[in-house]
């Protein structure tokens, strides 16, 4: 399955909403889709999975949804620590697992 | 508190074999819950995965690399590796090895990442 996130950079300012696309090349039934959030110089951070389950310790203004082909990632009031590059993950194909290109959030 | 730190060379000449270490500490590598992996990411790029292992021994691998690509691990040592052999310059990157959450028998989503280490195949 090739996943392809949508657009490839997003400039918004604070407080504002970014709405972030994944779009898998087969249907993905299971919902099995994970979010990560990556800084410079870090490693990725797991936000969501199984589409739409935040992980331990993240935000309830991150959220996933999404079914079959068309999965999105919505920050509902960007702060100024949610600038980063996010990637989206499938594991309806485990073992054989696939990463989105990426979208990265900057500042307006 | 579950963490994981690679380790290796920084340097590979083109041609040769490139070789990894994930070292686990605060929990056991022998969990039957988890699977353990790899990812990589070339300079300015995304999240390219690997492979995965499970402490059993059961291996999977990305088809893009699964000729050149072996994982293995060592509960002995709390250890799992990589090894790839014939690198290019297209095998720069920073590669990751990370904890995966298993679900109904198989592997999923990462859920703990180590810091990552820059691996540059150069002569």
């Known amino acids: 399955i090739v996943l392809t996130q949508s657009p490839g950079t997003l400039s918004l300012s604070a407080g504002e909403r970014a709405t972030l696309s994944c779009r898998a090349s087969?249907?993905?039934?299971?919902?099995?889709l994970a979010w990560y959030q990556q800084k410079p110089g870090q490693a990725p951070r797991l936000l969501i999975y199984?589409?739409?389950n935040r992980a331990t310790g993240i935000p309830d203004r991150f959220s996933g949804s999404g079914s079959e082909t068309d999965f999105i990632l919505t920050i509902s009031r960007l702060e100024p620590e949610d600038f980063a590059v996010y990637y989206c993950?499938?594991?309806?194909?485990?073992?054989?697992?696939?990463f989105g290109g990426g979208t990265k959030v900057e500042v307006k | 508190q579950l963490q994981l730190q690679e380790s290796g060379p920084g340097l590979v000449k083109p041609s040769e074999t490139l070789s990894l270490t994930c070292t686990v500490s605060?929990?056991?590598?022998?969990?039957?819950?988890?699977?353990w992996g790899w990812i990589r990411q070339a300079p300015g790029k995304g999240l390219e995965w690997i492979g995965n292992?499970?402490?059993?021994?059961?291996?999977h691998y990305n088809a893009s690399l699964k000729s050149r690509v072996t994982i293995s691990v060592d509960t002995s040592k709390n250890q799992f590796s990589l090894r790839l052999t014939s690198a290019t310059a297209a095998d720069t990157a920073v590669y990751y090895c990370?904890?995966?959450?298993?679900?109904?028998?198989?592997?999923?989503?990462?859920?703990?990442w180590g810091r990552g280490t820059l691996v540059a195949v150069s002569a």
């Open positions: 199984h589409t739409s």
């Open positions: 087969h249907s993905i039934t299971s919902r099995y």
């Open positions: 993950q499938q594991y309806h194909t485990s073992p054989a697992l696939t």
């Open positions: 990370a904890r995966l959450h298993q679900l109904v028998s198989s592997p999923s989503y990462f859920l703990i």
């Open positions: 605060g929990g056991s590598i022998s969990s039957s819950h988890y699977y």
């Open positions: 292992i499970h402490y059993s021994g059961s291996t």
